[in-house]
């Protein structure tokens, strides 16, 4: 018999915000029995569960999560996620339209957004 992941968890200062972060990312709903305050909060449909630990976040994620945007480019969806809370931690797009971005969600975890399926396709 083999294993299936049934959530990724990521600890974080205060669960229930960092999950509202994700969630509008997602756009997915937190879970509707998860509230402000909950030491482990929910996003429907993704999998993550964010759980509320003592300790701050000090060094770069051993895993992070990679984001294709499904219908803006990646260029559009960086910003879009600047205007949620992120910040962009390294540049990586290159002048040819390749490469990525490096932001961190309002608890500094790092993820990358790539070109969407249509950037790869052209």
């Known amino acids: 018999m083999t294993s299936a992941i049934r959530h990724v968890t990521i600890d974080s200062a205060d669960a229930y915000a960092l999950a509202r972060f994700w969630s509008q990312v997602l756009d997915l709903p937190v879970h ?71 932001l961190a969600d309002p608890e500094g975890n790092e993820f990358c957004v790539e070109r969407g399926a249509a950037e790869r396709a052209g």
């Open 32 to 102: 509707e029995d998860d509230k402000p305050g909950d030491e482990d909060v929910l996003i429907e449909g993704a999998g993550l569960l964010f759980v509320t630990v003592p300790e701050l976040k000090t060094v770069k994620n051993r895993v992070h999560v990679d984001l294709q945007p499904q219908d803006r480019t990646r260029d559009e969806e960086v910003e879009r996620l600047l205007t949620l809370g992120a910040t962009l931690v390294d540049d990586r797009r290159t002048p040819d339209g390749r490469g990525w971005a490096v």
